[in-house]
């Protein structure tokens, strides 16, 4: 149970509040709407830890979470989300590029994508940026209750053939914070990124 009883630190609106590096993090980035609070709330095993955004978009913050491990749980602020003015967007971008290809401490990236609609140009940019870092990034395909066994199936195999693209450290499962499967799945992926 690596995120359960995980406690709110810090949230920060611009690059230059980063809390020091202190501790493993591993960051969760998707889409907005896409089931990101959601998902963190499963697994933390709480249901509000990570605020479920009314108004898609306006959650711009970055979220610190310590976990019991000693890690860090970071929720970055949801993209894409269309009515946000293009300048606010374009600073939030910034900031998502700034904390992946910067961050010295984050470990690895956790990529919630709505398992109707995988890898969009976003979730795409977000794999541009983080991969080349060699760290491992796992894609969550979440609300997987909304699809068929069939579908379920047929959607991770074409997800797992695309994810190939950006190297060796990416993997995929399905997941469904209704359901709460996959649960144990994302805590095999991610526990060795920050335990020792
Ligand atoms: P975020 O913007 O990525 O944080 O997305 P939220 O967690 O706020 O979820 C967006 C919407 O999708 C909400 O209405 C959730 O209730 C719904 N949702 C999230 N996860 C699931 C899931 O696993 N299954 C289903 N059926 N709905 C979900």
Same mark, same amino acid.
């Given at each position: ?129 983080? !991969?080349?870092? $060699?760290?491992? %990034?796992? =894609?969550? &395909?979440?609300?997987?209750? #909304?699809? /068929?066994?069939? @579908? ?11 994810? !190939?693209?950006? $190297?060796?450290? %990416?993997? =995929?499962? &399905?997941?469904?914070?209704? #359901?709460? /499967?996959?649960? @144990? ?12």
């Amino acid at each position: 149970s690596l995120f359960r009883h995980a406690t709110f630190e810090i949230s920060i609106a611009e690059p230059k509040g980063l809390p020091a590096p202190n501790g493993r993090e591993v960051a969760f980035a998707g889409r907005s709407n896409a089931g990101k609070s959601s998902a963190i709330n499963t697994l933390a095993g709480h249901t509000r830890l990570a605020f479920v955004s009314k108004t898609p978009g306006r959650t711009q913050l970055i979220n610190f979470f310590r976990l019991r491990c000693g890690g860090v749980m970071v929720d970055l602020p949801g993209y894409g989300y269309a009515e946000v003015p293009e300048k606010i967007r374009r600073q939030w971008q910034r900031l998502l590029e700034q904390y992946l290809t910067e961050r010295e401490n984050l470990v690895g990236l956790v990529l919630i994508m709505d398992s109707r609609r995988p890898l969009t140009p976003l979730d795409r940019q977000m794999l541009d940026w983080f !991969a080349p870092s $060699g760290r491992p %990034v796992h =894609v969550l &395909l979440t609300k997987a209750d #909304k699809l /068929t066994r069939s @579908e379920a199936a047929k959607t991770l195999a074409a997800t797992r053939k695309a994810l !190939a693209a950006w $190297g060796d450290a %990416v993997s =995929v499962q &399905l997941f469904s914070s209704l #359901k709460k /499967t996959g649960i @144990e799945e994302v805590e095999r992926v991610v526990a060795p990124w920050l335990i020792d």
